[in-house]
């Protein structure tokens, strides 16, 4: 019997359900964060949105009123294109 395949990533994931918003000085779009890990967010979004190479301010608020939004800049290293939406992976930096 083969053993189970570890998670090869430095960092593991978190699953999630939240509201994020990326934004330029030109453009906001809003989606749904589904995980979140130290490094990266994958999100679902509207069609047509996102491209690779593009890099936004991203904020996810958070539920609790006394505690502040995770904000970081994001570039988008992947688009997975959908028919009515995309999955899109984010690599994080300046994350406070």
């Not at 083969?2 to 978190?14: D, G, H, I, T």
């Amino acid at each position: 019997m083969m053993p189970a395949q570890e998670e090869q990533r430095l960092f593991s994931r978190m699953q999630l359900d939240s509201r994020v918003i990326l934004a330029t000085t030109r453009q906001r779009v809003e989606g749904i964060c589904r995980n979140l890990s130290a490094e990266g967010v994958l999100m679902e979004v509207a069609t047509g949105q996102c491209a690779v190479g593009q890099e936004w301010r991203l904020v996810l608020p958070s539920a609790d009123s006394g505690v502040e939004p995770l904000i970081a800049t994001a570039s988008v290293i992947r688009v997975d294109a959908g028919e009515s939406t995309d999955m899109v992976a984010l690599v994080l930096s300046d994350v406070h």
